[in-house]
């Protein structure tokens, strides 16, 4: 195991007495709880992590949490829980943790790959546009090339293991990050009896308070450590609020419902984490006040050979010193534009490091950062550049430049030798999720970066998101937003107090003066100053963009991919609009901001579905009778979630040979059908038959009770989209069935006209859908069955006729038994209240077991009605169908209005050749046509192509005519009847066939 | 009284609870009675039959011993009863309500009832369901309709406990009720509710696809 | 995720309702009275504005009424709930523009998500 001789101390952030070792890229290293995969390897002397994805260079470590762009790796082996673009300087390591570079082969230090560095000027921005929109055999040529080229890891390829969920919380005040603003925000809204919620993207609460030096700074008399410590009991006291670390705020949608994600798992070594919890877990939360206290992320500086390991973010140096006792580096050189950034150089002087320079692109840095520089002997260059780095996978030497008054440079070189170089181009706001909330924002010149200017949504940014960068001002901030948003959510606060704060003078200094575009000593070709390190986006690549017109910050960012990596462009994108900036010749204000999206940083696809997959992932309806069904082996469909018995097939039998078993047995002998799934709904009021008469097209107001009738719904533009049986219980109570898909719809849909468009009439429906188990008894036996049954009730058919309906008993139990059918067949429906539906089948069984009795399924039913012409709406109507399309004139009344009933009058309704609902009989009996067939009227291939002059919407081999039959929707089909037309085939000659009208009972003289 | 012949949507079901976190039951064979009319013609024929006066407002919920009735709309509300009560007012209701426009349906075999309790059955629903369950928004002695993940649902917050412990019930669609009780349970794995296998993971019959259950 | 407020219930999550399209189009009294093109035009044709725009929308699995809303299409903002019948309320102090400043008409999303 290799040493971590970079640890300097044992600073709160990890524990040193509780080591941890670990392994990348095969091996062995030592670290510390609480350190991430970065502050390890960084303790341990290793900077190189990744190569780029384009140009395959070698990445290192550029920041110290969510922003770091190309620092990833791939964790774990296991082809099921392995986790692809995960970031170093996030990653928590534990004992046991495996993690590897990406992107590279045979090995990172050696990489086929990066040839693309050596001709990468032949890899220009726009380049996949380009080989796109060139001859068409070029992207051909180059696509597995770049395919195996270009890249980031490997997705897991075996199923998930783990489980997620998702939890909805409501809440008066959400506070985003737990940094000096955000604590205090939180503990001022909590205090006042707000439901809070606090969230924090990382595992300590403390933000930029775990990144300075312990020691330099007092709140009330308190150090930094114990004042944390007090806030954190303090918020663990109040009973309204929830404290989530690990826990990032990934997007900020409309009404203030923000979603986070947080982590439970990942950081726990894997033989201790628990079954029993999700890996992790996303909050939809629903708050009243948001506080945005998510912070600044600090900006590199574009020059140059900018992107070798070793150059990282002042910020994150001092991060890696205070939070992790570890020293980035041996001797150091700070390269900055802002006075914020010598800090790094002091820090890490006093904890023993060598500091080389400081290097400053402006003339004259604040006089307290040159004082105290001159005191500790630290070399300064003012108006200075650095023009070059050198080093293999790691940072060695580096050469310096000045600028004269046009930032041009001037002068010779002069080489420092350091193996670090830390670098600040100043600080952002962290506005991604301001920005994401539509708030807008304003080019702040004092910062040289984008701060909030108007709120959109009820939130308010604090401290460093609102461009407040001194520590007491945080505080004097976070209090302000924290009592701001739960007074606005209806809570008395406290007068804000902000802790005092003792004063560091650079504390809110920045004096930074703008330089998006540093000066190469290199001509233009051989310049590599990267502004995206993840995507290796240069600054020549954006001047190109420019020049070849992509103007716009959105198409520009598209061109050349500018923070369209996994990073978003945290770090790279406002360098990237300065340099664009310079290109145009317009202020940054004027080229504007891309448009920040959720998520802020990659969110697990498990945590988005939650616990909403697998077998959770949608409702199945069953029927109460469905565990007999399943019992006796039935294969079944999914038909409006409800899953229906399609078929029984027994030992040894086919599917198709159980539907043909099935449909015999329904008309020789008789048979059962599960109906329960069809829609019910109880219709009371004195005008119900007027109601019925306007959405039904036929006519209702002479329906007696006791008495049933089919009828059709059809939307206002006249086409078929319900129908079903109504039975008239009294003249003011009817029962109406819908298809058993169509049920939800219907009901919403007759609401709709009730109240909206006829809330005149008295009329009240409700859904009795599953109030009913329902059997349907069919063949010519049935009614022996059906009498052997009932209590009460004479199934005769001339004493209980067709399209009528009793009350009666069956041992008892109150039932409902309607005389319809559906199949041509004598059928009675039996309607139990569902609790006895299981019962009511087993009863149906036992007692029809000496009429034959078959239980048959929806495949049986769907020929059974083919055999006889009637529609399934859905199946053999698609939207596009009148009732005279289907030939049901007989249907459609002409005394009165109904749904629809205008637009059936309509030029393109009214036409002769609409396509016709007929039967389609292939000359063939054998050939079962496949469903959905084209039809077509020749058998010869027409130029340009064969006109398709229908379709088959249902096609059978049925048992009865001991031939196939099918039904479909043809051109005129109606005035086709007896002449060919032809199936067409994929493969294959087009199968003959003759058009019939649809009754294939009537066609073949067995009319019922 | 239970008649051997019934079946309730959850009967595969053994009620599923792990010490004082959390517990979920079925209450089967629960009464519910819809009630859809203008409150103001029904208010004292319910008052008269059922002994509770007509709730007026989103989320209200009129509670005896026995028989509770909850806003579900303007016009319409849900009378429900435990499943032993007498329920003398149902055959009494609808001629009290003779003469006004009106609608009184038993639904009682169209829902079962899903009883959620323990000191985290708040914090188990909010895994599911969108409305605000906290105290001060959905106080004990409320009701209301909304969603259960996918399923429509009835909620009732029934009492608070001194120990912190609070009592919900939920009524779902019959056809639903399996799969909101398997949710219900894979919601409560933090607390040891061991995870349930939907029923209805059955073999469909897909000629032109491949199935992969 | 929006959040709605029903008339009769109150704001509740999106997820308990049904959008229902265009409001105010009554349907004809006398349908046949009407030209094919005036059919039509009730059947098929709707507004589709950026800005204020009232629909309808059904608080499916809640009270299970339907009622208006006026919608801001650009920055779907609910202005207002009202129940069936009663005409749109005045929007006070509504401006056109969404808060990054798009114009009324395209997305206009340049460039204009920051104040100059």
């Known amino acids: ?1008 | ?213 | 995720m929006f959040l709605i407020p029903c008339p009769f219930c109150g704001p509740r999550d999106q997820s308990e309702f049904s959008y229902g399209g265009e409001a105010h189009i009554a349907r004809p009294t006398e349908p046949e009275a009407l030209s094919d093109e005036d059919w039509a035009n009730f059947v098929f044709m709707r507004s589709n504005p950026k800005g204020v725009f009232a629909e309808r929308w059904h608080h499916t699995a809640g009270c299970g009424k339907w009622f208006n809303v006026l919608r801001n299409t650009a920055t779907d903002e609910v202005l207002a709930s009202y129940k069936t019948g009663e005409p749109p309320p005045a929007v006070a102090g509504f401006q056109l523009a969404t808060p990054s400043g798009e114009p009324p008409i395209g997305s206009g999303n340049d460039g204009t998500k920051v104040v100059p």
Not at chain 1, 221 to 226: L, P, W
Not at chain 2, 163 to 181: C, E, K, L, N, Q
Request: with cysteine; charged share 20%.
């Open chain 1, 1 to 1008: 195991m290799s040493m971590q001789t970079f640890r300097r101390k044992y600073p709160t952030g990890v524990n040193g007495a509780s080591p941890v070792t670990f392994r990348f890229n095969g091996r062995q290293y030592g670290g510390f709880a609480g350190d991430t995969l970065a502050s390890a390897l960084l303790a341990n002397g290793v900077h190189m992590i990744a190569r780029s994805f384009k140009y395959h260079r070698p990445r290192g470590i550029l920041g110290s949490g969510s922003d770091d762009p190309a620092a990833l790796v791939q964790v774990g082996a296991d082809p099921a829980r392995t986790v692809p673009n995960a970031r170093a300087t996030e990653l928590e390591i534990y004992d046991g943790l495996e993690a590897f570079s990406q992107n590279c082969w045979p090995s990172l230090a050696i990489d086929v790959g990066s040839v693309n560095d050596a001709f990468g000027r032949f890899l220009p921005a726009g380049f996949y546009y380009k080989t796109f929109m060139g001859p068409p055999g070029n992207w051909m040529m180059f696509e597995g090339l770049i395919r195996r080229a270009a890249g980031l890891g490997k997705s897991p390829t075996a199923p998930d293991p783990d489980h997620y969920e998702h939890v909805n919380r409501h809440c008066d005040v959400l506070v985003i990050g737990a940094g000096p603003a955000g604590l205090t925000a939180a503990r001022i809204a909590a205090a006042s009896g707000a439901r809070v919620i606090l969230a924090e993207e990382t595992p300590e609460l403390g933000g930029r308070l775990l990144s300075i030096e312990p020691s330099s700074r007092t709140m009330d008399g308190q150090s930094i450590a114990e004042w944390l410590q007090d806030t954190e009991a303090d918020l663990t006291r109040s009973p309204e609020i929830t404290v989530l670390k690990r826990t990032c705020a990934f997007g900020y949608y409309g009404e203030n419902w923000v979603a986070l994600v947080e982590s439970l798992q990942d950081h726990v070594p894997e033989h201790a984490r628990r079954a029993d919890l999700p890996r992790h877990r996303v909050w939809r939360v629903r708050t009243a006040q948001v506080v945005l206290a998510t912070g600044a992320i600090e900006r590199p500086l574009v020059f140059h050979g900018n992107d070798r390991p070793g150059i990282m973010l002042a910020g994150a140096v001092r991060t890696y010193l205070h939070r992790y006792g570890v020293l980035a580096g041996r001797t150091a050189v700070v390269f900055t534009n802002n006075d914020e950034a010598w800090t790094t150089a002091f820090d890490l002087h006093a904890a023993g490091a060598e500091v080389a320079a400081i290097v400053d692109t402006r003339d004259e840095p604040g006089p307290n950062v040159t004082a105290k520089a001159k005191s500790l002997g630290i070399e300064a260059f003012t108006s200075a550049t650095i023009v070059e780095t050198k080093g293999r996978r790691r940072l060695s030497h580096m050469s310096v430049m000045s600028l004269d008054e046009n930032k041009q440079l001037t002068g010779g070189p002069r080489w420092l030798y350091a193996d670090l170089l830390a670098v600040s181009g100043g600080w952002s706001p962290n506005v991604a999720l301001f920005s994401q909330s539509r708030g807008r924002l304003q080019f702040d010149d004092t910062l040289q970066a984008f701060r909030p200017e108007r709120s959109w949504q009820a939130e308010r940014s604090a401290g460093a998101a609102d461009g407040v960068f001194d520590f007491a001002a945080c505080f004097a901030s976070g209090l302000q937003a924290g009592a701001e948003a739960a007074q606005a959510a209806g809570f008395a606060t406290d007068t804000p107090q902000a802790p005092a704060c003792s004063v560091d003078p650079i504390d809110g200094e920045s004096g930074i003066e703008p330089a998006w575009d540093l000066p190469s000593a290199k001509p233009p070709a051989r310049t590599r100053a990267f502004v995206d390190l993840q995507n290796d986006v240069t600054s020549k690549d954006l001047q190109l963009a420019v020049r070849e017109g992509y103007v716009s910050v959105e198409h520009a960012k598209r061109y050349t991919t500018l923070g369209m990596g996994t990073d978003q462009g945290k770090t790279s994108s406002l360098n990237g609009f300065g340099v664009l900036a310079g290109a145009l010749g317009k202020p940054i204000a004027d080229v504007g901001v891309t448009t920040f999206r959720p998520p802020f940083k990659p969110v697990p696809f498990g945590a988005v579905a939650g616990q909403h997959v697998g077998d959770h992932f949608h409702p199945r309806r069953t029927t109460p009778m469905h565990t007999w069904h399943e019992d006796q082996g039935a294969t079944f469909e999914v038909v409006g979630d409800w899953l229906r018995a399609r078929a029984y097939p027994r030992a040894g039998e086919s599917f198709e040979d159980a539907v043909q078993r099935e449909c015999i047995a329904a008309r020789t002998q008789t048979a059962a059908l599960d109906a329960s799934t069809l829609g019910k709904i109880d219709i009371r009021g004195r005008d119900a038959r007027t109601f019925l008469n306007r959405v039904y097209t036929n006519a209702w107001m002479k329906l007696a009770p006791g008495r049933c009738r089919y009828g059709l719904m059809l939307n206002e533009d006249g086409m078929v989209f319900d129908d079903g049986v109504t039975a008239c219980i009294s003249d003011d109570h009817f029962h109406l069935t819908t298809t058993t898909g169509g049920a939800a719809g219907v009901l919403s849909w007759m609401e709709d006209y009730l109240q909206t468009e006829w809330p005149d009439l008295d009329v009240f429906m409700t859904s009795v859908t599953e109030q009913w188990a329902v059997a349907s008894i069919c063949g010519p036996e049935s009614w022996r069955v059906v009498g052997a049954l009932l209590d009460d009730i004479d199934p005769n058919p001339d004493a209980f006729p067709f399209m009528s309906h009793r009350t009666g008993h069956i041992a008892g139990v109150p039932v409902r038994v309607f005389r319809i059918s559906f199949t041509g067949e004598l059928s009675y429906e039996i309607n139990v209240p569902a609790r006895y539906g299981l019962w009511l089948w087993q009863q149906i069984m036992d007692k029809g077991e000496p009429h034959g009795i078959t239980p048959y399924g929806t495949e049986g039913m769907h020929l059974l009605r083919a055999e006889t012409g009637f529609i399934i709406v859905g199946q053999d109507t698609d939207g596009t169908v009148t009732p005279y399309d289907l030939g049901m004139d007989w249907i459609v009344k002409s005394s009165a209005d109904f749904i629809g009933r205008r637009s059936l009058t309509r030029s393109d309704t009214s036409r002769a050749d609409r396509r016709h609902f007929v039967g389609v009989l292939t000359d063939d009996p054998a050939i079962v046509i496949a469903e959905g067939s084209q039809v077509i009227a020749t058998a010869e291939e027409q130029d340009p192509r064969t006109p398709m002059i229908g379709h088959i919407t249902s096609s059978y081999f049925s048992p009865t005519f001991e031939r196939s039959i099918a039904l479909g929707l043809i051109d005129a089909g109606r005035n086709r009847v007896g002449e060919r037309v032809y199936i067409a085939q994929r493969d294959g000659e087009p199968i003959p066939a003759r058009v019939t009208q649809p009754n294939f009972m009537q066609h073949f003289g067995r009319a019922t």
């Open chain 2, 1 to 213: 009284m239970i008649d051997v012949r019934w079946q309730s949507p959850l009967g595969h079901r053994e009620p599923l609870t792990r010490g004082t976190d959390v517990a979920i039951v079925e209450i089967a064979f629960m009464t519910y009675v819809i009630l859809r009319g203008q409150a103001a013609d029904l208010a004292l024929a319910v008052g008269d039959t059922v002994g509770l006066p007509l709730p007026t407002a989103v989320t209200e919920a009129n509670r005896s011993e026995t028989t509770q009735i909850t806003w579900l709309g303007p016009d319409e509300w849900v009378i429900s009863a435990e499943p032993d009560a007498d329920e003398g007012w149902m055959s009494a209701l609808e001629p009290a309500l003779d003469g006004t426009h009106h609608q009184l349906v038993t639904v009682s075999d169209q829902y079962t009832t899903i009883a959620v309790s323990g000191a985290h059955a708040r914090d188990l629903l909010a895994k599911l369901m969108v409305i605000d369950l906290h105290p001060r928004a959905f106080g004990a002695g409320t009701g209301v309709a909304t969603v259960l993940a996918k399923a429509h649902v009835w909620l009732w917050h029934m009492r608070d406990d001194a120990d912190g412990s609070a009592s919900f019930r939920i009524a779902t669609r019959r056809s639903h009720a399996d799969y909101v009780w398997c949710l219900l349970a894979e919601s409560g794995r933090e607390w040891g509710l061991p995870p349930q296998k939907p029923i209805g993971r059955v073999k469909l019959h897909l000629p032109h696809f491949e199935t992969s259950d």
